[in-house]
Every structure is written in C-alpha cells, then in structure tokens.
C-alpha cells in the first residue's frame, strides 16, 4: 500500500505543472490521478467527441453513476445536518438540492462553464448539471467516495444556506390544499413513470382546474407530488399569467352553467 502511495506521489510530482492537472486542481482542490475521466466528465453528448479508435465518446455514463453518488452524499449529508427531522422532511430537502435546476445552478456557480465542452458557440444552460454529475462520477472512479463527498460538501457549503432552505421547507401538498379549499378550486396529480435510465423514476403532474401548474420528478411518488405541489404554490399570485389563465377559465365555465340553467328554467316555463 505504501509502495502504491510513492508511486502516486512520483507521477503527480511530474505531472502537477502540466496546464489540465492545475485547471483541475484549481476546480476540485486535488489533484486528479486518472486525468482522462475528467477529460471525459465535460463531454456532452453534443460536441461529437472521438477516442483514438474514432468512436463517439461523451460523460453520459460517468453522469449516471455520478447522479447515484451524489443523491447517496446529499442523503449522507442531510441525514447528520439535521438529525431530528423525520424521512419526509429530509426526502424533499434532498429532491430540492438534487434538482435539475439547482445542479445547473451549482455547476456554473463552481465554474464548469470553463471546462463544459458542448456543440455551438453558446453552450445550453442546462449542461451544467448533467457534467456536475458526471463530474462526481469521475471522482468517485478516480479518488473514491470519500474525495466526492468531500467536493460535494464543499461547493454546498459554500453555494447553498441549508439552514435558510430548511427554513423555506414546508409541506407544499398541505399549503396548496388549504388554498384551493379558500378559493373553490378542483386540483388533481396524474402520475407516470419515466423513460429515463437514472434514479428519476416518477414524474407527478399538477392540475389546477385541468390547467397544468407544475411538474415534478423524484425516486417516490411523493417527493414528486411534493416537488410538483411547490412549482405551483410559487405560481398562486393574482398577477400571475397561470393565475389569470384558471380565473378566466372558471368565469367561462360559471357563465355556461348560468346559460345552461337559463335554457333548464325556460324549459320548465314551456312544459
């Protein structure tokens, strides 16, 4: 074992003032051992990359594994944060930093949009994410659980105030029944699985009056009613153009039913 730690140490010693290895170190605060899954971890699928034997290559098996790591480090992590909240709590907490739009987010923040190599001039915000996990994933192949646990608990500390999100938390699901309650309003969720390979496996739909209000995606049924329940409680402002879509749709429909008992009323005055 320690002749394996000197070998490391030699070829990092004539490595480390090469360009990559100070890029990365700079980005992940190590030094990479197996430099080439990095290389190969800012590879999206659009640019259209080529090994030495000429077939396409991209990150999208590292962001595989990387999306399973990092939903077991966030849990890890969630779990001895906050050691008193009960599962559902932590179940959407986690759904919440684990979010596309919060992995977007946290890799440009980290600074992917340097390394990040995509098709066009203009690269799509959304690959942000997928090449943050697949970013995990190198360094767990690479360094191993504990090194992806301690970049993931870094750039969090440093990006994210888990105390104020926890603070935000609440149970959406309740909010928005209370609210549809005050403003008789109908709501439904319509549930169905996804196509995707990953740990996503339930995507939740949210009607308000059969007007789509927001869409969530977790690994249980719930977070992802839970994850659909807060995209439209964010959206139950008057101003709001989903808003002012229902509210009309429902006048539409008061005015018809008047019409209808009108036509009824008429019928009966005729019989």
Same mark, same amino acid.
């Given at each position: 074992?320690?002749? !394996?730690? @000197?070998?490391?140490?030699?070829?990092?010693?004539?490595?480390?003032?090469?360009?990559?290895?100070?890029?990365?170190? !700079?980005? $992940?605060?190590?030094?990479?051992? #197996?430099?080439?899954?990095?290389?190969?971890?800012?590879?999206?699928?659009?640019?259209?990359?080529?090994?030495?034997?000429?077939?396409?290559? #991209? !990150?999208?098996?590292? =962001?595989?594994?990387?999306?399973?790591?990092?939903?077991?480090?966030?849990?890890?992590?969630?779990?001895?944060?906050?050691?008193?909240?009960?599962?559902?709590?932590?179940?959407?907490?986690?759904?919440?930093?684990?979010?596309?739009?919060?992995?977007?987010?946290?890799?440009?923040?980290?600074?992917?949009?340097?390394?990040?190599?995509?098709?066009?001039?203009?690269?799509?915000?959304?690959?942000?994410?997928?090449?943050?996990?697949? $970013?995990?994933?190198?360094?767990?192949? *690479?360094?191993?659980?504990?090194?992806?646990?301690?970049? @993931?608990?870094?750039?969090?500390?440093?990006? @994210? #105030?888990?105390?104020?999100?926890? #603070?935000?938390?609440? !149970?959406?699901?309740?909010?928005?029944?209370?609210?549809?309650?005050?403003?008789?309003?109908?709501?439904?969720?319509?549930?169905?699985?996804? *196509?995707?390979?990953?740990?996503?496996?339930?995507?939740?739909?949210?009607?308000?009056? *059969?007007?789509?209000?927001?869409?969530?995606?977790?690994?249980?049924?719930?977070?992802?009613?839970?994850?659909?329940?807060?995209?439209?409680?964010?959206? $139950?402002?008057?101003?709001?153009?989903?808003?002012?879509?229902?509210?009309?749709?429902?006048?539409?429909?008061?005015?018809?039913? =008047?019409?209808?008992?009108?036509?009824?009323?008429?019928?009966?005055?005729?019989?």
């Amino acid at each position: 074992m320690k002749r !394996n730690k @000197v070998f490391e140490y030699i070829r990092l010693f004539f490595n480390f003032r090469k360009k990559p290895y100070i890029l990365f170190r !700079n980005l $992940l605060g190590f030094y990479p051992l #197996n430099l080439e899954l990095y290389k190969l971890a800012m590879l999206n699928k659009s640019y259209f990359a080529r090994d030495k034997e000429g077939r396409l290559i #991209n !990150n999208e098996r590292l =962001e595989f594994l990387g999306d399973a790591v990092l939903e077991t480090i966030v849990t890890d992590i969630l779990y001895h944060r906050f050691p008193q909240k009960k599962e559902g709590f932590l179940s959407v907490l986690r759904s919440r930093l684990v979010q596309r739009k919060m992995l977007n987010k946290l890799g440009m923040q980290i600074g992917l949009n340097r390394f990040a190599k995509a098709a066009g001039y203009s690269k799509p915000f959304n690959i942000y994410g997928n090449t943050l996990e697949a $970013l995990i994933g190198a360094i767990y192949l *690479d360094r191993g659980y504990e090194y992806a646990y301690q970049f @993931v608990n870094t750039f969090l500390k440093k990006h @994210v #105030n888990l105390s104020k999100l926890s #603070n935000e938390e609440g !149970n959406y699901k309740v909010k928005l029944q209370e609210w549809a309650q005050k403003n008789k309003m109908n709501f439904h969720y319509e549930m169905r699985e996804s *196509d995707e390979t990953k740990s996503i496996q339930f995507i939740a739909e949210l009607y308000i009056e *059969d007007i789509l209000a927001g869409e969530g995606r977790a690994s249980s049924k719930k977070e992802a009613q839970q994850l659909a329940a807060e995209v439209a409680c964010r959206k $139950l402002s008057p101003n709001n153009p989903l808003m002012k879509e229902i509210k009309e749709k429902k006048e539409r429909q008061a005015l018809q039913l =008047e019409c209808e008992d009108d036509v009824d009323l008429q019928e009966e005055k005729d019989t």
